[in-house]
Nanobody, 126 residues
Framework: QVQLVESGGGLVQPGGSLRLSCTASGFTSENYNVGWFRQAPGKEREGVSCITSPWGTTKNLEDSVKGRFSISRGNAKNLVYLDMNDLQPEDTGVYYC??????????????????WGQGTQVTVSS
């Protein structure tokens, strides 16, 4: 069955960096968009960045992460990374990766994603 597994979360001080990984398995095709989302306590899940397949077009979905976060695919087609730099306390939350097997463009709309990982906690605190 389809599975998405996130890893790389943890506790980091303000100004620090983390790399999150999303490993996908069980897909019958390599053509699916991947989005990274986050959810802070008491807030709705929001899109952070997404990348399309097969063209690899990337999109920042949240203004606050522009210039700090970067999404990319690994050498293995089933790996997607989220590099996060200059992390701030407001970046704290559970980070999820998700796959969209239907649309041509990627977006931050939760309803467009068919499969979700279990999430990884990112805490930014001194």
């Amino acid at each position: 069955q389809v599975q998405l597994v996130e890893s790389g979360g943890g506790l980091v001080q303000p100004g620090g960096s983390l790399r999150l990984s999303c490993t996908a398995s069980g897909f019958t095709s390599e053509n699916y968009n991947v989005g990274w989302f986050r959810q802070a306590p008491g807030k709705e899940r929001e899109g952070v960045s997404c990348i399309t397949s097969p063209w690899g077009t990337t999109k920042n979905l949240e203004d606050s992460v522009k210039g700090r976060f970067s999404i990319s695919r690994g050498n293995a087609k089933n790996l997607v990374y989220l590099d996060m730099n200059d992390l701030q306390p407001e970046d704290t939350g559970v980070y999820y990766c998700a796959a969209d097997t239907f649309h041509y463009h990627c977006s931050g709309r939760v309803a467009e994603y068919d499969y979700w990982g279990q999430g990884t906690q990112v805490t930014v605190s001194s």
